[in-house]
């Protein structure tokens, strides 16, 4: 699966902003999805996941500490897309976010997108 992530920009901190991660392929919902970022001189981190569609425990969402109640990921199947609204911006979320596909449960992001940066402002 490749995919392509929008969205980024520059916004004042408390502002909001919305991430999409556009999937090629036909299985995508087989796909547990998720958000990581990389702020500069910093490792990547995980910010959200969503899982696969599978049966009983499709949707599952899963947040760092750091975004809980700020950030939503969410998935439209039909459109092969995954999103992530952020809202109450903090100039420490400041980084490039990567979208990232495993297949089913294995938890094995093997599949990145190219990165789209998001500046917060104070």
């Known amino acids: 699966v490749q995919l392509q992530a929008s969205g980024g920009g520059l916004v004042q901190a408390g502002g909001s902003l919305r991430l999409s991660c556009a999937a090629s392929?036909?299985?995508?919902?087989?796909?547990?999805m998720g958000w990581f970022r990389q702020a500069p001189g910093k490792e990547r981190e995980f910010v959200a996941t969503i899982s696969w569609s599978g049966l009983r425990t499709g949707g599952r969402t899963t947040y760092a500490d750091s975004v809980k109640g700020r950030f939503t990921i969410s998935r439209d199947n039909a459109k092969n897309t995954v999103y992530l609204q952020m809202n109450s911006l903090k100039p420490e979320d400041t980084a490039v976010y990567y979208c990232?596909?495993?297949?089913?449960?294995?938890?094995?992001?093997?599949?990145w997108g190219q990165g789209t940066l998001v500046t917060v402002s104070s």
């Open positions: 990232a596909a495993a297949y089913g449960n294995s938890g094995d992001y093997q599949h």
């Open positions: 392929g036909r299985a995508f919902s087989n796909y547990g």
